[in-house]
RNA sequence: GCAGGGGUGGGAGAGUGGUUAAUUCCAGCGGACUGUAAAUCCGCCGCCUAACGGCUACGCAGGUUCGAAUCCUGCCCCCUGCACCA
C-alpha cells in the first residue's frame, strides 16, 4: 500500500470537521488505522429519497474514491430502511417519509449514478433494511438507551425547532440511531459523510464503542454551495447541478456559477490535486488566467470526470458556439410533423411546440411567441399559428431548438 | 383529557362576502444586457380559445347568498401549549 503519508494527505484533503480537535482526533485515528496496513473497511450512506443525485453528493462518492484508488474496500449503502423515516439533519422540519416502493425505485437509480464515479468492481452495495428490519422493539430500546434527549435536542436544527414550537416527531431521534448502527453491524473503519452528518456518523462511534469495536474514523466533507453561489446545493432550491444531467447541461450550469466558488468546485469535483488545483487559482489571481478560461477548465473538469472521453470536449464546444456565439447547433431535437392528410392544425406552430414538449400549453406558447422568444429560421416570429414546413428549425428561448421532420424522415 | 392555532396556486405565505385567477416572495419562463446558462433591469407565469368568451381552483361534503377562499353545518387531516405520567 501508498506510504502512510501520502494516504493521509489525499484523504484529509477538501474534508470539514466543524472544529480543530474534532479534525485532529480523526486524522490521528485514520493515521493508526493506515499503519495497520491492511484495506480498511469504509462506507457511506445514501438514502434514496430522491430520483436524482446532485454534484454536491458525488463528493463523498469521490472520497471514496479515493479510499478505492488506495486500496481499500469500500461500501456503498443503501438507506431504504432510513429513508423509511427521513433524516432531520439538514432540514428543519420533518421529511415526509417515502413509501417502500418509492424508496425501491429511487434506490435502483442509486448505485447507476455513484458508478459514475465509483469503481463498480471494487465495491459492495448493501442496504441497510437488511438488518435494520430485523431488530426488534426491544434491541432498539436497548440502543436507545445509549443516548440522552438532551444530547439530540441540542443539535441546532432540533433546537431551532423546539424554539419554534414546531413539531420534532420521536422517530426523528431515531434516525441517527438506525444509521449508527449501521456502522456496528458493518464493523466499519471509516465512515464519510457531509458536514452535516457530522452528529449521525459521531453516533456510530458511540454504539462501536459499546460493542465492543474500534470506533470508526468519520471523515466529512463540506456541503457544496449551489449554482447560485450563495446557498448550499439542494434540489428544492433549484440551485442544482444532477449526475444525470447530460454533459451540456452540466457543463452550461457549472459555468452558471460564480467565480467565487471556484476554488470550491476545483476542490471538491475534479481530479486535479491540490497542488493542480492551486496553479490554477494562482494564475487567477496573479491576473494570468482569466475567469473566464478557469471556469471553463472547472466545467470540462466537472463533465470529464463523469463522462466518456470527449463528451466533456464535445459540450464545451457546444457552450462557446452556442452559448457565447449564439450559433445554430447541428444537432438539435427533432419533432415528426402528421402526414399531409391529417388535420391542418397539427402543423401549427402552437400544437407542435406542445406536442413536442417544449411548452405546456398553447397559452405558453401564446406567450412566448409575444414575448419573442420563438424563431423560425432565425426570423423571430408574432404568428403561434404559422403552420410549419419539414425542414424548419424552431428557436425557442436562448437555447431551446427544434427541428421539424417530415413523417418517416426521422 | 383540556385549551388554542391551522389546512390557499411548484414551495413559502397574504387575503375574512363582490373591484380576487386570487397581494408578495422564491423557483420557473422570456427579453435586454453580459466573459457565462452569473449578476442586474424589465416583462410573463391555471386550462381551453384566433378572438369574444368559457371552464377549473383556495382540505372534503353540504348549506346560506344575486354573489363565498372568505359566513354556517358536518367530516378529514396537521400543529402547539397544558394536564396525565405518584
Redesign the pocket.
Known sequence: MAPVDEQLSVLMWGTDFGDASTRQTMERELAELLEQDRPLRVYCGYDPTDVDLHIGHTITFRKLRQFQSFGHDVTFLIGNFTGLVGDPSDKDRTRPMLSPDQLAANSQTYAAQAFRILDPERTTVVHNADWLGKLSFAEVIALSSKFTVAQFLERDNFQLR?QR?????LSEFMYALMQAYDAVEMETDVQIGGTDQLFNLLAGRTLQREAGQRPQVVITTPLLVG???TQKMSK????FVAVNDVP??M???V?????SALDEYFTLLTDLNESEVRAVLDAVDAGEM???DA?KRLALEVTRSMYPDGEAEA?QS??EST??RSETPDEMEQFVLPSDGAEDSGRRL?RVL?AAGVA?????V???VK???VSINGTRTDDF?TELQAGDEIK?????FLRVVAAGSA
Open positions: 423546539w414550537h414546531e413539531a420534532i416527531h449554482t447560485d453561489g428544492s432550491l433549484g440551485n451540456n447541461d457543463y452550461g450550469k459555468m452558471s456559477v460564480p467565480d482569466p475567469p473566464m471556469k459540450a457546444y457552450f452559448i457565447q402552437d406542445v405546456a400549453s398553447g397559452g405558453e401564446r406567450r412566448l414575448q419573442g422568444a399559428a425557442v428561448g436562448r437555447h431551446r
